[in-house]
């Protein structure tokens, strides 16, 4: 069964089949008994030039073979790693190659799961060529290329003879295409219901077959049906795979009474931890928290395991509990779990203690992470937290490091999280003209990358805050400006473009637009104290300090810094609160951020600089970074 396999188990399965018949064929024809050496070369000795150049073929043949194994193989596990496209591509390849009906049966089949009815109907017409006369795999593919593509009357009606005519294999695949369909097409639960659920009923021990009464029980209604396919599918997928978990997030979405109805109906204790996760989860998702915390008490008395520990400090955190009731969950998790949930356990607590901008000891519990699926999560959070203490150059280098890696996605970050923490870093450190070189390599680079849209915004964005810094301010608003068009409901874009029209030289041509920027921004995220300060220096600059100060009061007490010391204790000065304005502008001194600004500020207004301590290592980014 599906969730009973290995990952290169089952990439095994999808190919080894596509050359068995020539290779029993191939042991059909191969000597059993062993011979002696001296016999062997003499037989050798008397072949004819014919029987030499019949070895060779069936050499040549047999490494044809190999490699095309190889070939398919290679395309599995494209495929287990979201590569679709080059996928497909090399199942198209080898079917031209090998003329094969079975490769045909697997390109056609992937073709249809991923939507490319295009490639689905080339590689229909080429088996077509390869096998005139239609066999039993050229006839449940038709009859699938019918489903997918909304010929639904025909399709079901042929649903039994398909499944009479497959393999246990197969029958799963069909399972989950059915259950695809279904997302895919919502008037299909109605004319296939019955016939799937009734399908589905012959296959008890097939966790496939239980997907697809779900979500076509779900969606016709069919409650009780539903929740008996759950209760089938939990006994049989106690890991809850990759379709599981679709479908219960599918389900979760469109239906969210049947899973509710589910962990109503169901002894959970008897579950597997996995399952009961999803319980605590689905009481979270309907708001019900208390109920989720009493719940998991009881589950953690009854049976603790180190995934319910995680679960617990999640849902402590979700509850805004202290941080030592959320470590003290984690620490037991370590305590008790395997080196995959150990490693889980670190990435949470590295992640917790980050928004608490605790990175020293967020840094204690990266270096726990050593599970070998956490290898790219750890390479994204040790560049943030060493870019979090100060440390960019550290932060540049664990960057490169998690680039150089095979595999660019983890559990919980991906791509473009590690990309996000490599610019930042790239831009924080003390050589800007070689950042800005580099960013507009990188920039030109992913122009031509097709996942340029969601990458190019981070590359404007930070770039910008590089031209800022080197005073660059046409620049520097030219690239917010793209960056707002690409992300026209971010809040943090609309912040930053409009504090640096604000503040840059030509700020008076631009106020009204700022202000309308920054108004925008603070209607989004009323509580970020970074659009605070925004807000407050922009009815300031309109002249207005009276309607300055509450904002820039409550974003000093939020996320004091040196850069709103520096704005609040001007707007106090003009306010006639002077001596309350050097209180503050001195208190802003001991502060990290911009104290270049500061003191700039307090020399305009005739105070004196009094000498400060060496700032601590962990900088707070610029104004228009935060």
Same mark, same amino acid.
């Given at each position: ?39 062997? +070369? ?45 996928? #497909? ?93 279904? &997302?895919?097409? =919502? ?16 296959? =008890? ?8 009464? &779900? ?30 978990w679709l479908a219960l997030r599918l389900v979760g979405q469109r239906k969210p009474a049947v899973l509710n ?9 008897? #579950? ?15 708001? @019900? ?35 030592? *009731? ?11 779990? *395997? ?7 670190? &990435? ?16 204690? %519990? ?5 599970? =070998? ?17 100060? !440390?960019?150059?550290?932060?540049? +280098? ?17 791509? *473009? ?16 003209? @070689?950042?800005?070189?580099?960013? !507009? ?24 805050? #590089? ?16 960056? &707002? ?15 640096? #029209? ?24 009323? @509580? ?44 106090? %000065? ?10 503050? %502008? ?14 700039? *500020?307090?020399?305009?207004?005739? +105070? ?7 700032? =601590? ?10």
């Open positions: 069964m599906l969730s009973a396999r290995t990952r290169l188990r089952a990439l095994a399965l999808a190919v080894g089949m596509v050359f068995a018949a020539q290779a029993s064929a191939a042991a059909d024809a191969a000597p059993k008994p062993q011979v002696e050496t001296k016999k062997i +070369i003499e037989r050798k000795s008397r072949t004819t030039p014919e029987q030499r150049e019949a070895a060779k073929q069936r050499r040549a043949e047999a490494n044809r073979r190999a490699n095309m194994l190889f070939s398919l193989l290679g395309g599995e596990m494209a495929l287990q790693k979201g590569n679709s496209g080059m996928a #497909l591509a090399t199942y198209m390849a080898i079917l031209n190659r090998s003329k094969s009906p079975d490769v045909a049966e697997r390109a056609l089949e992937m073709a249809v799961s991923l939507d490319a009815f295009e490639q689905a109907e080339t590689i229909y017409q080429k088996w077509r060529e390869i096998e005139p006369e239609a066999g039993e795999a050229q006839r449940r593919m038709a009859w699938l290329r019918d489903l997918m593509t909304g010929k639904t009357d025909q399709a079901v009606s042929g649903l039994n003879d398909v499944l009479a005519h497959a393999s246990e294999e197969q029958t799963g695949r069909i399972f989950l295409l059915l259950a695809q369909a279904a &997302v895919q097409q =919502p008037d299909l639960a109605e004319k296939a219901g019955k016939e799937v659920h009734k399908a589905a009923l012959r296959y =008890p021990d097939m966790p496939e077959a239980a997907i697809a009464d &779900v979500m076509y029980s779900a969606q016709m209604g069919k409650e009780r049906h539903a929740v008996a396919a759950l209760q089938r599918l939990a006994a049989l997928d106690a890991e809850v795979s990759p379709p599981t109805r589910f962990f109503a109906d169901t002894d959970t204790q008897n #579950l597997s931890s996995v399952w009961q996760e999803l319980e605590i989860s689905s009481l979270v998702a309907k708001g @019900e928290q208390e109920k989720a915390y009493s719940r998991l008490q009881t589950l953690l008395k009854a049976n603790p395991n180190a995934d319910l520990y995680i679960q617990a400090a999640l849902l402590a955190a979700a509850r805004d509990e202290d941080m030592a *009731t959320v470590t003290g969950y984690l620490d037991r998790a370590y305590r008790t779990g *395997t080196l995959e949930q150990q490693s889980r356990a670190a &990435v949470i607590g590295a992640m917790r203690y980050a928004d608490d901008k605790k990175f020293e000891q967020a840094k204690t %519990w990266v270096e726990k992470i050593n599970a =070998p699926e956490y290898v790219f999560d750890k390479a994204v959070l040790s560049a943030s937290v060493e870019a979090g203490l100060g !440390n960019y150059q550290a932060a540049l +280098i664990e960057a490169r490091r998690g680039q150089q890696l095979s595999e660019q996605q983890g559990r919980f970050f991906g791509g *473009t999280d590690l990309q996000r923490v490599y610019l930042f870093a790239l831009v924080k450190h003390d050589k800007p003209q @070689e950042a800005l070189k580099e960013l !507009n390599t990188l920039g030109a680079k992913v122009m031509k990358r097709r996942d340029s849209a969601e990458r190019l915004p981070d590359i404007l964005y930070q770039r910008a805050m #590089l031209y800022e810094r080197l005073s660059r301010h046409e620049e520097a608003v030219a690239d917010l400006r793209r960056y &707002v068009a690409m992300n026209p409901n971010s809040a943090n874009g609309m912040n930053a473009l409009g504090y640096t #029209l604000l503040t840059s030289p030509k700020h008076a041509q631009h106020l009204e637009e700022a202000f309308r920027l920054i108004q925008a921004a603070y209607q989004l995220e009323p @509580e970020s104290a970074a659009i605070n300060d925004s807000m407050g220096w922009a009815y300031y600059r309109k002249g207005d300090a009276e309607a300055a100060l509450p904002y820039l009061e409550y974003a000093y007490r939020s996320e004091p810094d040196a850069e709103v010391a520096a704005h609040l204790g001007e707007v106090l %000065w003009q306010t006639g609160e002077r001596a309350r304005a050097e209180d503050i %502008w001195r208190d802003g001194l001991q502060r990290e951020g911009n104290t270049a600004l500061l003191k700039a *500020t307090m020399q305009r207004f005739g +105070i004196a600089v009094p000498p400060v301590k060496a700032a =601590p290592a962990a900088k707070k980014a610029a104004k228009q970074g935060k």
